[in-house]
């Protein structure tokens, strides 16, 4: 079970076409996100219930498009489902589990960033600055692929546990 967990993750490092397809791009990141949610252990608190989904947040403009919508459709992580919703206003109005931050939102990550940095968020970017702001988990291109790091004291901040399985994955950085 844990190999296939691991097999399905390598293969989301599949390539981005080089033509700069930014619906390829973004299908893979939508799947990375779903699969993250299977490799992190939220604290407690960070859910009002047993069946209350795991929220993921749009911050800003959504690059998606349907890739995330498809990515979740009917898929359950330990029993929750997984919904999705824009955050377009300079104040949350609903708890995110995972927040995903665009490239061009730096100003607004930092306004909301208490807001988003409380116990149990996994905040997920995608910018060269995110994971020295804070940000949990960073996806980057890397000749044509989808990669990410990891900053693992921000997941500790932020009382997240995330698997050995995707930190093995990943590249773990400490800012």
């Known amino acids: 079970m844990a190999l296939r967990l691991v097999t399905v993750l390598l293969g989301m490092l599949l390539a981005v076409s080089a ?3 930014a619906v390829e791009e973004y299908q893979v ?3 990375f996100l779903y699969n993250f949610a299977k490799f992190v ?6 859910f009002k219930s047993a069946q209350e989904p795991i929220a993921i947040c749009i911050l800003g403009q959504n690059p ?3 890739a995330l919508d498809e990515a979740i ?3 359950q992580i330990e029993g929750r489902s997984l919904v999705v919703y824009q955050v377009s ?3 949350p109005s609903r708890a995110c589990h995972i927040l995903f931050v665009g490239g061009a939102e730096r100003k607004r990550f930092r306004a909301l960033a208490e807001a988003f940095r409380a116990p ?4 997920v970017g995608e910018a060269a600055w995110f994971s020295a702001e804070g940000g949990v988990i960073n996806l980057k291109l890397d000749a044509g692929r989808v990669r990410f790091e990891i900053n693992v004291e921000a997941a500790d901040r932020q009382q997240l546990r995330i698997s050995s399985k995707l930190l093995s994955l990943a590249q773990v950085v400490n800012k």
């Not at 252990?41 to 960070?46: E, L, R």
């Not at 149990?120 to 905040?123: A, C, D, E």
């Open 29 to 31: 990141k939508a799947a």
């Open 73 to 75: 459709r009917g898929k």
């Open 120 to 123: 149990g968020v996994l905040t």
């Open 41 to 46: 252990q939220w604290p407690s608190s960070a």
């Open 19 to 21: 033509h700069g397809q």
């Open 64 to 66: 998606f498009g349907g």
């Open 89 to 91: 206003s300079d104040t």
